[in-house]
T-cell receptor, first 112, second 114 residues
Framework: GENVEQHPSTLSVQEGDSAVIKCTYS??????FPWYKQELGKGPQLIID?????GEKKDQRIAVTLNKTAKHFSLHITETQPEDSAVYFC???????????FGPGTSLSVIP | NAGVTQTPKFRILKIGQSMTLQCTQD?????MYWYRQDPGMGLKLIYY???????DKGEVPNGYNVSRSTTEDFPLRLELAAPSQTSVYFC?????????????FGDGTRLSIL
């Protein structure tokens, strides 16, 4: 079955710097890659997603890139702000799955 | 819209007790999921449902049961609670099987078994 790895597990950056979180997946049939942000005491919330027919997608300060050949995808946050501090989860799924497989998460701290 | 609503938010159980975690969604989603999240860990799928009357096991189903009698509700039952079931439980829903649409999560039920 699908396995998703995520690095780093913790990340601290200065306010205004960029943050990058990387994920790898094992199933070459995976074709949908969402990213979720989980704030303290809340459930995960989708922030951006990308499908396998797209190499990059951007939404304001957030961008996601996908390398299907290497089975890598990454989240890029530019001009980080304290409110970006949260746990971020990557995930992967395929059309043949009824489920989404989540990575273990990255705890991002943005230091003012 | 309320989205996905989970009750209760917090609960403490004694070993061997049973309880039902409630989950309801008002988005008319077909797919619903139950996850558990242990400290510092990711989300592990317990059970999921692709529609009313249909349920299936996820990665960690032992010690849990589910039912799906309506589109809106997907309760999770713990029988004979054990300390290993101390966790935060999240319910989620989506339009399709997650492979093309995002999941919408509730805010969780924090459960302690003592």
């Amino acid at each position: 079955g699908e396995n998703v790895e995520q690095h780093p597990s913790t990340l601290s950056v200065q306010e205004g710097d960029s943050a990058v979180i990387k994920c790898t997946y094992s199933d070459s049939a995976s074709n949908y890659f969402p990213w979720y942000k989980q704030e303290l005491g809340k459930g995960p919330q989708l922030i951006i997603d990308i499908r396998s027919n797209v190499g990059e997608k951007k939404d304001q300060r957030i961008a996601v890139t996908l390398n299907k050949t290497a089975k890598h995808f990454s989240l890029h946050i530019t001009e980080t702000q304290p409110e970006d501090s949260a746990v971020y989860f990557c995930a992967a799924s395929t059309a043949s799955y009824d489920k989404v497989i989540f990575g273990p998460g990255t705890s991002l701290s943005v230091i003012p | 819209n309320a989205g996905v609503t989970q009750t209760p938010k917090f609960r403490i159980l004694k070993i061997g007790q049973s309880m039902t975690l409630q989950c309801t969604q008002d988005m008319n989603h077909n797919y619903m999921y139950w996850y558990r999240q242990d400290p510092g860990m990711g989300l592990k799928l317990i059970y999921y449902s692709v529609g009313a009357g249909i349920t299936d096991k996820g990665e960690v189903p032992n010690g849990y049961n589910v039912s799906r009698s309506t589109t809106e509700d997907f309760p999770l039952r713990l029988e004979l609670a054990a300390p290993s079931q101390t966790s935060v439980y999240f319910c989620a829903s989506s339009w399709t099987g997650g492979h093309g649409k995002p999941q919408h999560f509730g805010d969780g039920t924090r459960l302690s078994i003592l």
